[in-house]
């Protein structure tokens, strides 16, 4: 028996942290994983029960199994049960690598605490990280383990992909997530004269919603599910931080350059071409897949979407059409995990 582990959430969560485990968790079980389930975070007043439920659960484990697990590389409690259980199980661990929170939240942990927490993964047999930079960090940071890359993270849908140009504008920007001012601050600066004749819709919920400029239209908040049916626009801006340039001293900003943003599998089932920074982690994708643009700042926009003819953004949109039908089934995650079971699998039979 193999095994998945992460979260149990639900489906009105509105951002990627609900609906990026529970995809994970029911494509791993398509493929024949039984998930087992632990508290991402235990509360104060139920801690010991929270806990002991974990622990149990855990306990089920058979030895000589498989073992994904989400992974947010974070010093919680939760995670360090998990290894510290399937350490003394003779299993091979698959850490999924949902979110690296040292390099998110860098500020907040001490070198010893980021080594700390990034050691935990020598325990693993190999490991799936969302592309070539996150792949990269990791080894560069000590972790000398066999790595396998998604490049793009699922978004498992029933919805019907947009398949049709309703309308070809060619000036309105989507933007969708967590309307922080730490991840979405950006938004604020966009000025009138930067902006020109193009529009912003955006969503999400945040405080950010009711600071936004002249020409940056706030459409609502949805949950992730509702998504594909409710975001509209000509292009999907991946971007994040408090910035309209990339601000190395900004971790949420510079985050993007480790990390496959949810956003940009949204966009793609809404049937939009994207907008990346052209050091983010997806920029080769987005190159190598003719699916969008590349910029350096959010003031060249204008003049780089001003510059795209009508044919080439159909190129872009049928791309990224494509990309989005394999989102919508698992494909890239199943991809990465039949990979990484079978480099399980070569190293049992090379103990044997």
């Known amino acids: 028996m193999n095994y998945i582990i992460g979260p149990k959430m639900d489906k009105n969560g509105m951002f990627a942290g609900n609906k990026f485990p529970r995809d994970i968790i029911n494509t791993c079980n398509e493929l024949g994983f039984e998930p087992v389930y632990v508290h991402e975070g235990y509360s104060k007043k139920k801690l010991i029960f929270q806990y002991l439920e974990d622990y149990i659960n855990l306990l089920h484990i058979k030895n000589n199994s498989i073992v994904i697990y989400i992974d947010q590389v974070t010093p919680k409690l939760s995670r360090k049960l998990v ?6 199980k003779n299993v091979k661990i698959i850490p999924l690598i949902e979110d690296i929170d040292v390099i998110r939240y860098s500020r907040n942990f001490s070198l010893q605490e980021k080594k700390r927490e990034l050691e935990r993964l020598s325990l693993a047999t190999c490991i799936i990280s969302q592309n070539y930079n996150m792949s990269k960090f990791l080894k560069n940071s000590g972790v000398e383990k066999p790595t396998v890359e998604m490049n793009v993270l699922d978004f498992l849908t029933n919805s019907t992909i947009k398949d049709v140009i309703s309308h070809y504008s060619n000036n309105v920007i989507c933007y969708g997530g967590n309307l922080s001012y730490k991840q979405s601050g950006f ?3 966009l000025k009138y004269q ?3 004749k193009l529009q912003y819709y955006v969503y999400g919920k945040g405080e950010v919603s009711n600071r ?16 594909i049916e409710k975001l509209k626009g000509d292009w999907g801006l991946v971007w994040n931080g408090s910035s309209v340039n990339i601000n190395d001293e900004d971790d949420n900003a510079k985050y ?6 949810h956003k940009f599998s949204m966009y793609a089932l809404c049937g939009m071409p994207v907008i990346v920074y052209s050091k983010s982690a997806m920029a080769q994708f987005v190159r190598e897949n003719e699916c969008g643009i590349l910029i350096n700042s959010l003031s060249e926009i204008p003049q780089k979407i001003g510059s795209i003819s009508r ?12 990309i989005a039908i394999h989102i919508s089934k698992g494909d890239f995650t199943k991809k990465s995990v039949r990979k990484a079971e079978m480099l399980a699998n070569i190293s049992n039979d090379l103990k044997g």
């Open 83 to 88: 290894y510290k259980i399937l350490a003394k």
């Open 212 to 227: 936004l400029p002249h020409n940056v239209i706030y459409k609502g908040g949805f949950s992730a599910e509702e998504s």
């Open 194 to 196: 930067d902006i020109g």
């Open 311 to 322: 044919d080439q953004y159909t190129r872009y949109r049928n791309n990224i059409l494509s």
């Open 256 to 261: 993007y350059n480790f990390v496959s943003p």
């Open 187 to 189: 938004l604020t600066k």
